[in-house]
Nanobody, 122 residues
């Protein structure tokens, strides 16, 4: 079992950058880590995920080239660097974890943080 706590959200302007962090308890290095966002429409989207060692990543098409996921297993922390933010990136961002690789659906992730709000103004 793992518990997750996100930080780093906030209100920024279009074109700005933000870096989200998620610190985990438990056997962090055993878990695939990801970030899922819930849009104002309530739609949930897997934004990015990273494997145990950090050498395999996945990004949603909507964020490719702008967002970067990374992890530091020594610090039990996963990051999401978000650059060139757009108003459509506004959402609640959740850190998620799974023991299973290759999951792209939000419903497949068992462990969730409490979420952090990101708002991008024009």
């Amino acid at each position: 079992q793992v518990s997750l706590v996100e930080s780093g959200g906030g209100l920024v302007q279009a074109g700005d950058s933000l870096k989200l962090s998620c610190t985990a308890s438990g056997r962090f290095k055993d878990y695939i880590m990801g970030w899922i966002r819930q849009l104002p429409t309530k739609e949930r989207e897997l934004v990015a995920r990273i494997n145990w060692a950090g050498f395999s990543t996945y990004y949603a098409d909507s964020v490719k080239g702008r967002f970067a996921i990374s992890r530091d297993n020594a610090k039990n922390t996963v990051y999401l660097q978000m650059d060139n933010l757009k108003p459509e990136d506004s959402a609640v961002y959740y850190c998620v974890a799974s023991l299973l690789p290759g999951l792209n659906s939000a419903d497949d992730y068992r462990y969730w943080g409490q979420g952090t709000q990101v708002t991008v103004s024009t």
